[in-house]
């Protein structure tokens, strides 16, 4: 037997879903950002139905409004302070942001600006 089975496949699996998100927001030619203009009805339903909470390597409790793809093809997410950050290595959320990135790819935008 091996203890460490469903680990090793849920890491295969964040790891799957970190580079399909990668994939996504390189290619898309509407933008690397998805994130909402809560001044725009639709956007600031869709957000009210797409946060994603989670926790950081420090057990705080990270809130995850947006998500991203920086100048260097790193993920990047929008946290509930309005900054755009990187996550640690002790954040697994990936499965999550993928489905957060699908559901809200109409919402790209081309950079990270907040105006």
Do not use: H
Not at 47 to 72: C, M
Not at 75 to 90: A, C, G, H, S
């Amino acid at each position: 037997m091996d203890s460490q089975k469903y680990l090793k496949q849920y890491a295969a699996l964040e790891e799957a879903a970190k580079a399909e998100i990668i994939e996504i927001l390189s290619n898309n030619p509407t933008g690397r950002y998805i994130y909402f203009n809560e001044e725009i009805e639709e956007e600031s339903e869709a957000e009210d139905n797409n946060i994603i909470t989670t926790w950081d390597g420090d057990d705080r409790r990270l809130i995850i409004q947006g998500v991203g793809l920086d100048d260097e093809n790193q993920i990047v997410v929008l946290n509930n302070y309005k900054r755009w950050i990187n996550l640690d290595e002790f954040t697994l959320v990936y499965p999550e942001m993928y489905q957060f990135v699908v559901d809200n790819l109409k919402y790209a935008k081309q950079n990270p600006t907040l105006d």
